[in-house]
């Protein structure tokens, strides 16, 4: 049974990546970051971001994810980026979402454009539910948990200069898994 499914599994992992984006998915994504009350106020005061329309990922005991997205400094596109994923551990499935990566200074901005760049297992994002706000899960390289609306905000908080937040699109994914994210940058 399981064997069937791999073979499943990495062809809708596959496609949920390979489709690509249109010139103006970056801005709708933008937009739902913007639109949710726990990512907004970084837009404000961020020194820029990466913006990620669509990632996917999936697994069965080993698994990845892959996304392309752009990056932006005080608001104007600067580059491109990739991230590539492997975790190790419990998981089942497949799942697609949006991810976006604040800066809060010169000094993170650097560190993720100067090449490779990656977050460890220890790194967390804030999933952001469709509702913008209602509920909000931390989820990141290991299993995530349900909390509210006012610890989003905490958890949401700068880590080394980074903060980082997920919308699930679609899929569904089982996992408690270790793993991290690494990032390639290149100018425009």
Same mark, same amino acid.
């Given at each position: 049974?399981?064997?069937?499914?791999?073979?499943?599994?990495?062809?809708?992992?596959?496609?949920?990546?390979?489709?690509?984006?249109?010139?103006?998915?970056?801005?709708?994504?933008?937009?739902?970051?913007?639109? @949710?009350?726990? =990512?907004?106020?970084?837009?404000?005061? !961020?020194? $820029?971001?990466?913006?990620?329309? +669509?990632?996917?990922?999936? #697994?069965?005991?080993?698994?990845?994810?892959?996304?392309?997205?752009?990056?932006?400094?005080?608001?104007?596109?600067?580059?491109?980026?990739?991230?590539?994923?492997?975790?190790?551990?419990?998981?089942?499935?497949?799942?697609?979402?949006?991810?976006?990566?604040?800066?809060?200074?010169?000094?993170?901005?650097?560190?993720?454009?100067?090449?490779?760049?990656?977050?460890? @297992?220890?790194? =967390?994002?804030?999933?952001?539910?469709? !509702?913008? $706000?209602?509920?909000?899960?931390? +989820?990141?390289?290991?299993? #995530?948990?349900?909390?509210?609306?006012?610890?989003?905000?905490?958890?949401?908080?700068?880590?080394?200069?980074?903060?980082?937040?997920?919308?699930?699109?679609?899929?569904?994914?089982?996992?408690?898994?270790?793993?991290?994210?690494?990032?390639?940058?290149?100018?425009?």
């Amino acid at each position: 049974m399981i064997k069937r499914l791999i073979p499943i599994l990495a062809l809708f992992s596959m496609a949920l990546t390979v489709s690509p984006a249109r010139a103006d998915s970056y801005q709708d994504t933008i937009d739902v970051f913007k639109k @949710a009350v726990d =990512s907004n106020r970084y837009f404000k005061t !961020a020194y $820029g971001y990466a913006v990620f329309p +669509t990632i996917g990922k999936g #697994g069965v005991g080993i698994g990845g994810a892959f996304g392309n997205g752009r990056v932006y400094e005080r608001g104007k596109y600067v580059g491109d980026t990739s991230m590539t994923q492997l975790t190790v551990g419990f998981q089942l499935g497949g799942q697609a979402y949006s991810e976006i990566i604040f800066f809060e200074d010169q000094r993170s901005f650097k560190d993720f454009t100067s090449g490779n760049f990656e977050f460890g @297992a220890e790194a =967390s994002a804030v999933a952001i539910t469709a !509702a913008a $706000g209602a509920k909000a899960e931390t +989820t990141g390289s290991s299993a #995530g948990a349900s909390v509210n609306k006012d610890t989003a905000r905490v958890v949401g908080a700068y880590n080394k200069g980074m903060a980082t937040f997920t919308v699930a699109k679609g899929g569904l994914m089982y996992q408690a898994t270790i793993g991290g994210q690494k990032f390639s940058y290149k100018p425009r």
